[in-house]
């Protein structure tokens, strides 16, 4: 027996639509893929800026060393006059202190504000 003609209509009709919802999970995997592709490259450039931010702290780090052994030289010339060996000490400290401070929180913020934009970025794709 042959086939009906609305059998035929129906076959059609499911073909359209499996045609259709593969177009459109087609069209969905190329947004994936490119959204992928733009975390990928924010990873890539977050990577980067974070292994700044530790070459910069490891600079920091040498510095406070290498003033360290300054104010242990200062002490030194100072000789007896100790009073004077603490006072400048101290300064070179505190100067210190605010010095790293005022670095460490700038570097702080770029790294949060850079998260922020890579978390919004994550988001937006979603």
Same mark, same amino acid.
Do not use: C, N
């Given at each position: 027996?042959?086939?009906?003609?609305?059998?035929n209509l129906e076959m059609e009709k499911k073909q359209l639509? /499996?045609?259709?919802? /593969?177009?459109?999970l087609?069209?969905?995997?190329r947004k994936i893929r490119e959204d992928q592709r733009c975390i990928r490259e924010e990873q890539i450039k977050l990577t980067t800026r974070f292994e700044e931010i530790e070459r910069q702290c490891h600079e920091l780090k040498q510095e406070v060393q290498m003033?360290?052994?300054?104010s242990?030289?200062?002490?030194?010339?100072?000789g007896g006059d100790l009073v004077q060996a603490a006072t400048l000490t101290r300064f070179l400290?505190?100067?210190?202190?605010?010095?790293?401070?005022?670095k460490m929180k700038k570097m702080i913020h770029r790294?949060?504000?850079?998260?922020?934009i890579f978390s919004q970025l994550i988001n937006s794709h979603k």
């Open positions: 027996m042959a086939p009906r003609r609305t059998d639509k /499996v045609r259709a919802k /593969v177009k459109q087609k069209a969905e995997m003033i360290a052994k300054q242990a030289m200062t002490r030194l010339k100072m400290g505190k100067q210190m202190q605010t010095w790293l401070k005022s790294h949060q504000m850079q998260w922020r």
